[in-house]
């Protein structure tokens, strides 16, 4: 069923055909497909871009090629656009924390073996210290002999 709109002068308005209710799915998507070309923009979406963490242009374009073919017009693609942006900066900022994090306690950890070993066998000068280093030295080497490798690397 269609119906032609009228404009305040009494002029035709161009109109649009709705699907009827036997409608296939192919006539279905043509309607929308038409009605989507209407309001997607030609040369692709402009995002507006963060300055909260590293931005993959590429990935961007690319999502602005599948919200095209989805119909979207700009403001739906700018707010989906938001939104993966958002969850995806609250995942960086997550990201970046538990990597700061994970540093901190390492860098702790090594400070009190550093600090335990001080103890037990004297500062990094004395002889008991010296002679530690070079047991661990000799223990690293017959361990890389027999293929095990314990440098920070190859973790």
Known sequence: MSERLHGEDGQQEPFVTLPGE?????????????????????????????????YDQAFAEEVGGWFKEAGLPPSAAQ????????????HHAEQQ????????AQAEAVHRAHESLVREYGGEGSDGYQNLVARADR????LKSAGVDLSERAL
């Open 22 to 54: 036997a409608a296939s799915p192919d006539e279905i998507e043509t309607f929308f497909g038409k009605l989507a070309s209407r309001w997607t923009p030609k040369d692709g979406y402009q995002f507006k871009l963060p300055e909260t963490f590293p």
């Open 97 to 104: 924390d538990a990597a700061s994090a994970a540093t901190a």
């Open 79 to 90: 707010k989906l656009h938001d939104c993966w942006l958002n969850k995806m900066s609250d």
């Open 139 to 142: 223990a690293l080497t017959g």
